[in-house]
């Protein structure tokens, strides 16, 4: 429904391995490419997914004005943001830098298990690549998505277990680095790719 530039939808996170190919804007997510939470934005906190383009300044004040006269960007990030309420140890593998999974098979008297080791090593932290999916500002029959070539998950979760409420979340925030492979400076955190006309 018009106007088709406000737009009051979740986006949906993948993550897939650096260097996996990112689809194009009207076909599924394919190999290699993992559902943030099970059921994907069905289990976001209701605030869904946050973007944030932060940037620090350094302001040129000379000493006849008050104001300043000049700016340069010194700093930049990009970051998504989502609280997921979904607690399988396949997801709570992102918030600890992707630690394996190990299974083990029911057995007489013993059911199966899932454990995933809580610490993390030092200096190692796994990077991913990040495509996020919503409406299109143009048309909310067609598509957006942000393409980031590599992030890794910079949150510190803190979920609580309590009776009510809207369950356990895990806070993640994935946050861009630079794309060294990027073929001009304005695409070095990706792009965002919208739809505005139907396909042939």
């Given at each position: 429904?018009?106007?088709?530039e406000?737009?009051?939808?979740?986006?949906t996170?993948?993550?897939?391995p650096?260097?996996?190919?990112?689809?194009?804007?009207?076909?599924?997510?394919?190999?290699?490419w993992?559902?943030?939470?099970?059921?994907?934005?069905?289990?976001?906190e209701n605030g869904?997914?946050?973007?944030?383009?932060r940037?620090?300044?350094?302001k040129?004040?000379?000493?006849?004005a008050?104001g300043?006269?000049?700016?340069?960007?010194?700093e930049?990030?990009l970051?998504?943001?989502?609280?997921?309420?979904?607690?399988?140890?396949?997801?709570?593998?992102l918030?600890l830098?992707g630690?394996?999974?190990?299974?083990?098979?029911p057995?007489t008297?013993?059911?199966?298990?899932?454990?995933?080791?809580?610490?993390e090593?030092?200096?190692?932290t796994?990077?991913?690549?990040?495509?996020?999916?919503?409406l299109s500002?143009?048309?909310?029959?067609?598509g957006?998505?942000?393409?980031?070539?590599?992030?890794f998950?910079?949150?510190?979760?803190?979920?609580?277990?309590?009776?009510?409420?809207?369950?356990?979340?895990?806070?993640?925030?994935?946050e861009?680095?630079?794309n060294?492979?990027a073929t001009?400076?304005?695409?070095r955190f990706g792009?965002?790719?919208?739809?505005?006309?139907?396909?042939l």
């Amino acid at each position: 429904m018009t106007p088709f530039e406000i737009i009051g939808a979740p986006l949906t996170l993948w993550v897939a391995p650096i260097g996996t190919a990112f689809p194009t804007i009207s076909a599924a997510p394919g190999v290699g490419w993992t559902l943030v939470g099970t059921n994907g934005d069905r289990n976001y906190e209701n605030g869904g997914v946050t973007v944030t383009h932060r940037k620090t300044y350094d302001k040129v004040r000379t000493a006849g004005a008050t104001g300043p006269v000049k700016a340069f960007l010194s700093e930049e990030d990009l970051m998504f943001g989502v609280t997921l309420l979904d607690i399988t140890l396949e997801q709570y593998a992102l918030a600890l830098n992707g630690n394996t999974i190990t299974t083990v098979a029911p057995a007489t008297g013993q059911p199966g298990t899932k454990r995933i080791g809580l610490s993390e090593a030092p200096g190692l932290t796994k990077e991913y690549a990040l495509l996020a999916r919503g409406l299109s500002p143009y048309n909310e029959a067609l598509g957006m998505q942000f393409e980031i070539p590599r992030c890794f998950q910079s949150g510190a979760p803190a979920p609580v277990f309590r009776k009510g409420g809207t369950g356990a979340g895990l806070a993640l925030q994935f946050e861009a680095l630079e794309n060294l492979a990027a073929t001009n400076a304005q695409e070095r955190f990706g792009v965002i790719r919208a739809a505005h006309l139907p396909g042939l």
